[in-house]
């Protein structure tokens, strides 16, 4: 059974940093872009960052750029989200998602991906 599972979300104060994690199980990661989507209470889904299949490739929205890093450890089938220097802003329901022959990830084009996780909580606020 193909699945992507999200963890590592949860309550944190501004300033603090959490490490998602996207564990795959039924296929492999490898050739695999891998998005992480997130979206806010009343906000449409937004693109965060996406690593290439090679890894090789990485794209963030502007609005993390320099505080998020995404990863990759093919040895465990799972891709990170790195997130420091977290902001009220960044509140929100993260997901993983999975594309297969994805050449450009930048555009964050949810359409194009063909497995989704479930999401997980990331609450930042004092």
């Known amino acids: 059974q193909v699945q992507l599972v999200e963890s590592g979300g949860g309550l944190v104060q501004p300033g603090g940093s959490l490490r998602l994690s996207c564990a795959a199980s039924g296929f492999t990661l490898d050739y695999y872009v891998i998005g992480w989507f997130r979206q806010a209470p009343g906000k449409e889904r937004e693109g965060v960052s996406c690593?290439?299949?090679?890894?090789?490739?990485?794209y963030y929205a502007d609005s993390v750029k320099g505080r998020f890093t995404i990863s990759r450890d093919n040895a465990k089938n799972t891709v990170y989200l790195q997130m420091s220097s977290l902001k009220p802003e960044d509140t929100a329901v993260y997901s993983c998602a999975a594309a297969y022959e994805l050449w450009d990830c930048s555009d964050f084009d949810t359409a194009d991906y063909n497995y989704w996780g479930q999401g997980t909580q990331v609450t930042v606020a004092s």
């Open positions: 690593l290439s299949s090679s890894g090789g490739s990485t």
